[in-house]
């Protein structure tokens, strides 16, 4: 399994970006997927999440009313809308995949995309 995420960049205070992770290889059968960011000195941290079957959705409190999460399954991709964006969205952000097999948890990483707002 292959995850490349797109679409990061710089943009100024308010602006907006949208990210996509694009999965190839044997992604049948993912559970969910998500976005992770990670800022400098700060531990990586769930931005938004989706649920492959049911398309239920969570955010993290501090994106929440300013991003949202899509999946086109017929693409294999995984979107981030980021509207109103602030400084302390800069991060690297990544796409994350996991598949429940039984008992086990499989869990996929992109190499991720720089998001720099600045003010």
């Known amino acids: 399994v292959q995850l490349v995420e797109s679409g990061g960049g710089l943009v100024q205070v308010g602006g907006s970006l949208r990210l996509s992770c694009a999965a190839t290889g044997d992604t049948f059968g993912f559970n969910g997927m998500g976005w992770y960011r990670q800022a400098p000195g700060k531990q990586r941290e769930l931005v938004a999440a989706?649920?492959?079957?049911?398309?239920?959705?969570n955010y993290a409190d501090s994106v929440k009313g300013r991003f949202t999460i899509s999946r086109d399954n017929a693409e294999n991709t995984m979107n981030l809308q980021m509207n109103s964006l602030k400084p302390e969205d800069t991060a690297l952000y990544y796409c994350?995949?996991?598949?429940?097999?039984?008992?086990?948890?499989?869990?996929?990483w992109g190499q991720g995309t720089q998001v720099t707002v600045s003010s």
């Open positions: 994350n995949a996991v598949r429940l097999l039984g008992t086990r948890e499989y869990s996929y």
């Open positions: 989706i649920v492959i079957g049911g398309g239920s959705t």
